[in-house]
């Protein structure tokens, strides 16, 4: 493991130990024992696209382990004024100890981690979305133990969030069921990938457009925002078209009765998921949320210790 640019670069094992470790600072976080595990050690942060979450986690988790994190927007460096991603990476690295990375094009990853010289973090993009997916998989250990026996459903926009929670389900060999709108489907290459990670895990993948056949018998329920950042000009189409696919207590009665709810946040209440769910007590958003911070500085770790 040399980068966490998509989850379907790790292997299994690698992503139980991740799950392992991020459980093990997370009860040291909790016991107030020290856990400078990156002492001394610098995690430059490239922001293209704004964030609470990411950013927070990120900054917070390098201080808790003893590093510091450096916030940079696309304006704060020359990557920003036309600089070439090889250029900026190639000095970056003689300065830091990691880099993540928060930006559109999922090709911007993959070319920082092939001419830079540390490893490289994908902190969101339009393709994949790493950390988010090991946040969540966190959560559901911690309520259903054994991640094996869990079947996640997500229902909405087959995005960054979804393509990589149904790689990560593969690798975990859950159940994973996902519906979308005809057209708004997961990335083929994503699909393609997960079948064949399927195949060696046990993992049982089914692709659907109907939200009640995805949820039926499900032990969550996972959504998304239908319109995320840069969709802006779509939001008043893409209302009529997902709206079919709002997660409310319909939507859960084809669910188990113990069934959570799940959202990687920001959340638009009555749109892709009502007040009554989300603010309920089924809702494990805010879970999820802190999870992040646990699972990436377990990323971070297992990158940044060497």
Same mark, same amino acid.
């Given at each position: 493991?040399?980068?966490?640019?998509?989850?379907?670069?790790?292997?299994?094992?690698?992503?139980?130990?991740?799950?392992?470790?991020?459980?093990?600072?997370?009860?040291?976080?909790?016991?107030?024992?020290?856990?400078?595990? *990156?002492?001394?050690?610098?995690?430059?942060?490239?922001?293209?696209?704004?964030?609470?979450?990411?950013?927070?986690?990120?900054?917070? #988790?390098?201080?808790?382990?003893?590093?510091?994190?450096?916030?940079?927007?696309?304006?704060?460096?020359?990557?920003?004024?036309?600089? @070439?991603?090889?250029?900026?990476?190639?000095?970056?690295?003689?300065?830091?100890?990691?880099?993540?990375?928060? @930006?559109?094009?999922?090709?911007?990853?993959?070319?920082?981690?092939?001419?830079?010289?540390?490893?490289?973090?994908?902190?969101?993009?339009?393709?994949?979305? /790493?950390?988010?997916?090991?946040?969540?998989? *966190? @959560?559901?250990?911690?309520?259903?133990?054994?991640?094996?026996?869990?079947? *996640?459903?997500?229902?909405?926009?087959?995005?960054?969030?979804?393509?990589?929670?149904?790689?990560?389900?593969? *690798?975990?060999?859950?159940?994973?069921?996902?519906?979308?709108?005809?057209?708004?489907?997961?990335? /083929?290459?994503?699909?393609?990938?997960?079948?064949?990670?399927?195949?060696?895990?046990?993992?049982?993948?089914?692709?659907?457009?109907?939200?009640?056949?995805?949820?039926?018998?499900?032990?969550?329920?996972?959504?998304?925002?239908?319109?995320?950042? #840069?969709?802006?000009?779509?939001?008043?189409?893409?209302?009529?078209?997902?709206?079919?696919?709002?997660?409310?207590?319909?939507?859960?009665?084809?669910?188990?009765?113990?069934?959570?709810?799940?959202?990687?946040? /920001?959340?638009?209440?009555?749109?892709?998921? @009502?007040?009554?769910?989300?603010?309920?007590?089924?809702?494990?958003?805010?879970?999820?949320?802190?999870?992040?911070?646990?699972?990436?500085?377990?990323?971070?770790?297992?990158?940044?210790?060497?």
């Amino acid at each position: 493991m040399n980068h966490l640019l998509k989850i379907s670069d790790l292997s299994s094992a690698e992503l139980f130990d991740i799950l392992e470790l991020a459980a093990k600072l997370k009860a040291k976080q909790k016991m107030g024992q020290e856990h400078h595990l *990156l002492r001394g050690k610098t995690l430059a942060m490239i922001f293209s696209k704004s964030s609470t979450r990411t950013r927070i986690s990120f900054e917070v #988790g390098m201080h808790q382990l003893g590093g510091q994190a450096i916030y940079l927007n696309s304006q704060d460096i020359q990557l920003g004024r036309g600089e @070439t991603i090889y250029d900026t990476a190639n000095t970056m690295t003689r300065f830091v100890d990691g880099i993540m990375i928060r @930006t559109f094009n999922h090709q911007d990853v993959i070319d920082f981690a092939k001419f830079g010289d540390v490893p490289v973090i994908n902190g969101l993009t339009d393709l994949h979305h /790493p950390c988010q997916a090991l946040a969540d998989l *966190l @959560t559901l250990s911690e309520i259903y133990g054994n991640l094996k026996d869990v079947k *996640l459903a997500y229902v909405g926009d087959g995005n960054n969030v979804a393509n990589s929670l149904m790689e990560a389900c593969s *690798l975990a060999g859950m159940t994973f069921s996902v519906a979308t709108p005809p057209g708004y489907e997961c990335a /083929p290459e994503v699909i393609d990938t997960v079948k064949i990670i399927a195949k060696k895990t046990g993992a049982q993948i089914n692709i659907c457009n109907d939200a009640k056949e995805a949820v039926a018998d499900s032990d969550a329920i996972y959504t998304d925002t239908w319109t995320s950042m #840069g969709q802006e000009d779509e939001k008043q189409k893409r209302k009529e078209i997902f709206k079919e696919y709002q997660v409310n207590d319909e939507l859960f009665g084809y669910a188990k009765s113990s069934a959570v709810f799940m959202h990687c946040l /920001p959340a638009y209440r009555e749109l892709e998921v @009502t007040k009554r769910v989300i603010d309920g007590v089924r809702s494990k958003v805010f879970d999820q949320a802190e999870n992040r911070l646990h699972a990436q500085k377990a990323v971070m770790c297992k990158l940044m210790c060497k």
